[in-house]
Antibody, heavy 122, light 106 residues
Framework: QVQLVESGGGVVQPGRFLRLSCAAS????????MHWVRQAPGKGLEWVAF????????????YYADSVRGRFTISRDNVKNTLYLQMNSLRVDDTAVYYC???????????WGRGTPVTVSS | IVLTQSPGTLSLSPGERATLSCRAS???????LAWYQQKPGQPPRLLIY???SRATGIPDRFSGSGSGTDFTLAISRLEPEDSAVYYC????????FGQGTRLEIK
C-alpha cells in the first residue's frame, strides 16, 4: 500500500533553515509528481510546492506558492524514493504541519503522509 | 482562484443528508475540483476528484457535482464517523483550498 512518511520537522528560530524529508513506498515513486502542503495550527490547507516526475518529462520542473518562492526548494531522489523540502529564511508564519502528498493525474492529492510539525519561534 | 465554502458548520443527525457548497471566484476549467475529508489529528483524505469522480475506496454515499463556479459535495445516510472538516480544492490554476466546512453528526 502507498506510504508516505515525513520527517525533519522541529522548532527553529526565525531566519534559520530546516530540511524536511518524505520517504515513499508502495508505489513507483518516479512515475508521480509530488507535493508539499501545509496546515497552520487550527487553520486550513495551503499548497506549498510541486515537483514533476522526471520519468515523463525532461528535467524536474518545480512550482512554488508565492508565500515560499525564493526561500523553499523542493527536490527528489528517485533512487532513494524520497522527497525533500529545503526551507531557508524561515518566518514565524511558516509554522505549520507539513504534509507530503502524491500528485493525482492533475494537481489533486491522492495520498497523504501524516505530516511533520514545524515551529518557527524565537 | 478563491474558493468559498458554505456553510461554515453543519449539524445533522445520523441518517440525514448533508449538502456542502464550494463557490469559486472564477470559472474552474475542466471541472478540476476535488474534495477532501479531514478528521482531528489525521491528514486529509481524498474523496472526490474531477468534481464527481470518487477516489478509490470511497463509499457511494459520497457524491460530487457541479461545474463552472459552483460545486457541491453531498453525503447521504450520514454516519457518526462522517464528522470531520471537508475541504474543496481547485487545480485549474495552481492549487488552492476552500476554508473548510465542519460537519457535526449528533
Amino acid at each position: 500500500q502507498v506510504q508516505l512518511v515525513e520527517s525533519g520537522g522541529g522548532v527553529v528560530q526565525p531566519g534559520r533553515f530546516l530540511r524536511l524529508s518524505c520517504a515513499a513506498s508502495g508505489f513507483t515513486f518516479n512515475y508521480f509528481g509530488m507535493h508539499w502542503v501545509r496546515q497552520a495550527p487550527g487553520k486550513g490547507l495551503e499548497w506549498v510546492a510541486f515537483i514533476w516526475s522526471d520519468f515523463w518529462i525532461d528535467g524536474s520542473g518545480t512550482y512554488y506558492a508565492d508565500s515560499v518562492r525564493g526561500r523553499f526548494t523542493i527536490s527528489r531522489d528517485n533512487v532513494k524514493n524520497t522527497l525533500y523540502l529545503q526551507m531557508n529564511s524561515l518566518r514565524v508564519d511558516d509554522t505549520a504541519v507539513y504534509y507530503c502528498a502524491r500528485g493525482g493525474g492533475k494537481w489533486y492529492f491522492d495520498f497523504w503522509g501524516r505530516g511533520t510539525p514545524v515551529t518557527v519561534s524565537s | 482562484i478563491v474558493l468559498t465554502q458554505s456553510p461554515g458548520t453543519l449539524s445533522l443527525s445520523p441518517g440525514e443528508r448533508a449538502t456542502l457548497s464550494c463557490r469559486a471566484s472564477q470559472t474552474i476549467t475542466s471541472s478540476y475540483l476535488a474534495w477532501y475529508q479531514q478528521k482531528p489529528g489525521q491528514p486529509p483524505r481524498l474523496l472526490i476528484y474531477g468534481a464527481s469522480s470518487r477516489a478509490t475506496g470511497i463509499p457511494d454515499r459520497f457524491s460530487g457535482s457541479g461545474s463552472g463556479t459552483d460545486f457541491t459535495l453531498a453525503i447521504s445516510r450520514l454516519e457518526p464517523e462522517d464528522s470531520a472538516v471537508y475541504y474543496c480544492q481547485q487545480y485549474s490554476d495552481s492549487a488552492t483550498f476552500g476554508q473548510g466546512t465542519r460537519l457535526e453528526i449528533k
